[in-house]
């Protein structure tokens, strides 16, 4: 897909996913700004997408206040005259079980996820509105966000709210045709290489190159950060101007859409229900439906 003409800034684009993202977007044709709260990764990346022909500037900072976000979009205007695209991606992790999580380990992870996607996005819209012609928002959740998972109270609550946002923000947006849509990746990172399950195959893949096993890429839909960025271009292409407010999951070779949380079961009582009511009826109706809860375990090669 051609991209040229087009200016995105990726958040959290030193490293992993995010520059992943950010080199798609510059292979594409796309100008990119790659933002990273390590200025020295952040560096790096455009060195390593200006290396290959790409066209990107380094802009540091960590994502959360206001003033971060809306520095990133005077950069891409002052350096490349517009903004069409913004990918939501940095994110920090202070895992820890609910008992244990400090208040500065909750809030960390709210800041830089949540508020930091609003405060982005925010800023963005506000300059695509000026514009005048469109654009794309594509803002990055989790499976945790989408399941929940143990000991990621604050992740997964941020992931879980991010989402939430672009169901908003896609009605809100829609009359700019600015498309908003998230994306719920699957890969290898650093946090995923913390996986008994993939950590020996994430290794391989990292030293020399190993490709990951078909149960992990079809069975798991689990990839390299490489897999996930294709469906960055897309979203961020005209191609896609009919695809908007949903959660679109992308890992290995599975390209797959969640659902929005929806009334799956309804029971109706003249009056209203009472507890005991609620009680009797419940094992034949509500209850035959519960809904299972957390992130799947890896079931392993057959």
Same mark, same amino acid.
């Given at each position: &897909?051609? +991209? ?11 490293? $992993?996913?995010?520059f ?7 292979? %594409? ?15 790096g ?5 200006a290396?290959?022909? =790409?066209?990107?500037?380094?802009e540091?900072?960590?994502?959360? #206040?206001?003033?971060? !976000? ?8 002052a350096? *490349?005259?517009?903004?069409?695209? +913004?990918?939501?991606?940095?994110g ?10 400090? @208040?500065?380990? *909750? ?10 996607? *609003? ?6 819209v506000?300059? &695509? ?5 469109? =654009? ?6 989790? /499976?945790?966000?989408?399941r929940?998972?143990? =000991? ?8 879980? =709210?991010?989402?939430?946002?672009a169901?908003?923000?896609s &009605? ?5 045709e600015?498309?908003?849509?998230a994306?719920? #990746?699957?890969?290898?990172? !650093?946090?995923?290489a913390?996986?008994? %399950? ?5 290794? %391989? ?9 078909d ?6 839909? *689990?990839?390299t950060?490489?897999?996930?960025? $294709?469906?960055?271009?897309? +979203?961020?292409?005209?191609?896609? !101007? $009919?695809?908007t407010?949903q ?5 290995? @070779?599975?390209?797959?859409?969640? !659902?929005? #949380?929806?009334?799956i079961?309804?029971s109706?009582?003249d009056?209203?229900w009472?507890?005991?009511?609620? %009680? ?15 992130? /799947?375990? /890896?079931?392993?090669?057959?």
């Amino acid at each position: &897909m051609d +991209l040229t003409g087009r200016v995105a800034i990726v958040t959290g684009a030193g490293r $992993g996913l995010g520059f992943a993202y950010a080199s798609a977007l510059a292979a %594409a044709g796309a100008a990119v700004v790659v933002n990273d709260a390590d200025a020295g990764a952040a560096t790096g990346a455009v060195a390593q997408i200006a290396g290959v022909g =790409g066209k990107a500037v380094a802009e540091a900072g960590a994502v959360g #206040p206001t003033a971060v !976000a809306e520095r990133l979009v005077e950069r891409a205007v002052a350096e *490349f005259g517009r903004l069409d695209v +913004l990918v939501t991606n940095a994110g920090v992790l202070r895992d820890r079980m609910l008992w244990r999580m400090s @208040d500065e380990e *909750f809030d960390t992870v709210i800041d830089v996820h949540l508020r930091g996607t *609003f405060t982005c996005v925010r800023a963005a819209v506000r300059r &695509m509105r000026e514009q005048g012609d469109g =654009g794309r928002i594509i803002v990055v959740g989790s /499976p945790a966000g989408q399941r929940g998972n143990v =000991g990621q109270t604050n992740y997964s609550a941020a992931k879980a =709210g991010i989402v939430a946002m672009a169901r908003t923000w896609s &009605m809100e947006c829609a009359k700019a045709e600015i498309t908003v849509n998230a994306v719920i #990746p699957v890969a290898a990172t !650093a946090m995923t290489a913390t996986m008994p %399950a993939f950590a020996p195959h994430i290794e %391989a893949w990292q030293r020399d190159g190993t490709p990951l096993p078909d149960w992990l890429r079809a069975g798991e839909g *689990f990839g390299t950060p490489q897999d996930a960025a $294709g469906l960055v271009v897309y +979203l961020a292409s005209a191609e896609s !101007a $009919g695809v908007t407010g949903q959660a679109i999951g992308v890992g290995g @070779d599975r390209l797959s859409l969640w !659902a929005h #949380p929806e009334e799956i079961a309804v029971s109706y009582r003249d009056g209203g229900w009472r507890p005991d009511e609620i %009680a009797t009826t419940w094992p034949a109706t509500l209850g035959r439906n519960p809904r299972s809860v957390g992130i /799947p375990l /890896p079931s392993g090669p057959s």
